[in-house]
């Protein structure tokens, strides 16, 4: 067999071996040294190719993708600097629990650490922010070489998408020449083995807690009327119907983060409550909502003010859910970790036959939550506010839908102006590491798996990954971007930093001063500037009906931003305190 | 003291020992985490601070800054993925030896592991790529770690700019309120330690090689009449006098990579070569240029006919000149390395009273180079070819400019048409790691250092950092950018890809299909289509009496490029050939 015949039967069987395993998407960026992979992922007829130049938002596009799609992605780069720019959304992955395969391209051996070109050391290059790194053998073709390429690839396939998901990391060495040839005899398989018959068939369980086990913690419970269930930033569809039937039978409050898929669908009922992050700014509501004891699942919801409600309450019993594995509680309160797979563990709870404890309790919060909906409901006439863009966007999209939501203060507005509905809408969001980077290219990578998506991001967001859009006219993507433009970040003017007035808008604010029409021309998209909370709707809707990219653009002020928040808070307060002290 | 006080006399201290070593520069990315740090830099009256927002644009920006300067530039961004932005300029970094020190803000210990927003575990992060590594201790203000903090800053200062230079990373530990004040008394200085009076001065000593290994070399070389010294990427600007003395004292021909910073000046000598690239692809005339010895300074050429040189006579001698550590030899040829600073080296070789050797050899190389320029410098009236860009750049660049050149085609149309000329030029390009990556920020970067730039690149490399060209705009840099677009990726039309008819174009044709002309505008650049080369001068010309951002495109096509650029090298062959024959 000779080099180019070796070559082609190891690469094929390897990438036979991902679709055997489920593999459909892999995102490609261009360059001399993965051509052995990219030709092959292109080849191979069950796999769709994205071809992405900037390996930043391939990174970031792929995370997008397997995080709609629930599957993991394939993403190869070239050696050299290329697979630094996957960094970023690696580490996203990571936390935010995302199945990806990087694969990258190295030079052989006897080119490492001599000065060649493009040769960096990719061995663990992305340390502990991957499940898994192996490093490939070069490409042999005898039996034994081919069936150690399927088994890798099975492993990472499995790796990536069990327990925790996340990211796993293989490096190839490559000799040259580079090219392969698909012409060879069965060059997909190895003694019958390819993709309809994977190497490595799994079976896996989900963390199941013994009877005993949750008789205790029912014992724990027992007697304690004030408890919440808190719902954080996670993705499983099953999940929200379970927690809504436990809620129901205990009579209990749920405080649904907007990314927990929880504020949205036919399950939607009277528990959930989506106002908390208003009411609990003040010391003294925390107080009159004290609780005996909470249950979270899903991440750390968005809401600070929900972290000063936890600091205030450590003697809750607070008990957190996590699937697998991981010990997500910032504030270091003592708390009870439940590692068992959520709906499963909801139901275990719901059928346990405990009653409703408090009628009252749960009444209190709706009360305050109809409070702080009428006044963030409030409409006015003045120049569009960045949360009424929000309450836009939630009014004007249809059932069935995927928005992707940016950091920092988009998904914080969305926390505010989310209201519960029976649409079915399941909204995203890098909260991982809660990054202002590759935002554009994740809700990208949403469309790729087939839907139309909205996204809602702030200025500097958007410009981050500019870079982005190209794929939104590579491969005409469904792409509905609201641009809530304050030039700059809006944030700080929330913070502390916005009283040094010296050094304020150069190290903070950091207005743009950018008019991005241009480039959402250059990238042959749709641009329109929406000036009121109608025009956004209208302007939303058009843009459902239309091919490819549309950008809708809201210009607003980030002092007035922050003074109409803060109106809004300290109405909610009044009117609560009022209320209680009548 | 209180928290403020503290956490301002910790940071104060060391940003102040960094001035107090050397430090001009810091570039600062917007975040909450970093406010201490971000607002001392400002804050100080000795640093010029950048602030660029997208954290892979600042570490380029940083990265070129550095380079042109040859001082450390201090980087600093938030925590979370911000900080793994900065991951392909540290890449880049390491392997161009350039320092940088790296300023990453972080939760405090507290608050890791434990799913707080923007944490993510940054120790060590980077790896092998970065010199050193130190987590900084929470803040403390006892004159015992005031001083612990100057000693950290003083290292990071020596460690990154000494020996190979490279990439130092401090990860600050910061708690809020996260606000400094600099009102308090002496808050700069600890016991009279300030800027004017660093901790720990530091002398530093060049390698020397001792007489007696001088003449070991000496009698090595004895006899030897073909040698060659070559000059590959390197910024020095002492080295190039000292190379051209000791090439003319000994008759030897330099092949001189367009990076070495050897083909410009007043030191510009017959010796040069610069046509060595055409002339190495042919294996004959390889042959009759088969050397002795070679003696090379710098990292390895651009040229890949030289490395097909070095292979085809790996019985020469050859010696390889590293200033301090590396074993730069990319073919794995039996190598003798010599660690010694090369100015000295050279000087030393020179003074030795060795005699030239072969005046025919050197004619040789002389006659040769001279038929590879008739032919690289044909004139044509046809449109204009990317050799012909870059010819117009070096003819119009006037004494004592900058040029940065992009990675793939540009560097090596550089490596072609860059003739040795008695204009003081400096040449830079990001050659550590040869990505396209980030390029528009280290041309910028290289501005910042004061000085006017020309940054020639091709259409992936400006793509890939648009996002750069803002600070072109908010600091309204001298930057004049000839962009090549040859609508993708040029090189690969040169390379056996070229051959798949199938994928060529998805996969490594790669065209982008946009009119770069919208994102020049709206960075208020000005932006210049240039169709001949005569035009191309002019234009350039213009730009350099031009305020802030310019950008002339010469637009191209990648098929008729490639078969111009083997039309110019078969008929080097041939007349060299035909010429030998006679």
Known sequence: MNHTEVLTRYVTNFVDELVANGLTDAVISPGSRSTPLALTLAEHKEIKDWVIIDERSAAFFALGLAKKSKRPVVLVCTSGTATANYYPAIVEAYHSRVPLIVLTADRPHELRGIGAPQAIDQIKMYGDFVKWFHEMALPEAGTAMLH?????????????????????????????????????????????????????PTFEGKKHLPKQQVEEILRQ????????????????????????????????????????????????????????????RNQTVREKLKPDFIIRFGAMPVSKAYSFYL?????????????????????????????????????????????????????????????????????????????????????????????FVGNSMA???????????????????NRGANGIDGVVSSGLGACAAGVRVTLVLGDLSFFHDMNGLHAAMHYQLPLTILLINNNGGGIFSFLSQADDKKHFEALFGTPLHIDFKYVVHMYGGYYVHAKTEADVKQKLIESYNREGLSVIEVKTNRDINANWHKSKWQAIEQEILEERNR
Chains 1, 2 share one sequence.
């Open 411 to 429: 998904v914080r507005d969305l926390d505010s102006f989310f209201w519960k509905t029976d649409k079915q809408i399941e909204v995203l969001a």
């Open 221 to 280: 419970l027992a007697g304690k009327q004030r408890g919440v269930i808190v719902c954080g930033p996670q993705t499983d569809l099953d999940f929200p119907v379970a927690v809504t039937k436990l809620a129901e039978k205990w009579g209990l409050p749920i405080l649904a983060d907007p990314l927990s898929q929880v504020r949205s669908g036919a399950h939607v009922s009277d528990e959930i409550i989506e106002g908390y992050d208003a009411l609990l």
């Open 148 to 200: 150690y390429v399927r088994n890798k690839a099975a492993s990472a396939y499995y790796i990536a998408k069990e327990g925790n998901q996340g990211v796993v990391h293989l490096n190839f060495p490559f000799r040259e020449p580079l090219m392969v040839d698909f012409s060879f005899n069965d060059v997909w398989e190895i003694n019958d083995i390819s993709c309809t018959s994977p190497i490595l």
């Open 311 to 403: 600091k205030q309450h450590q003697d809750a019993l607070q008990m957190v859910v996590e699937n697998d594995e991981g010990f997500r509680e910032p504030t270091n309160n003592p708390t009870t970790f439940i590692f068992a797979e959520p709906t499963i563990y909801c139901e275990a709870l719901a059928n346990a036959g405990v009653e409703t404890t408090s009628k009252e309790w749960l009444q209190l919060w709706k009360q305050f939550n109809d409070i702080a909906k009428k006044h963030l409901n409030d409409q006015s006439d003045s120049e569009i506010r960045e949360g009424e863009a929000i309450r836009a966007v939630m009014d004007s999209t249809p059932n069935q839908s995927t928005i």
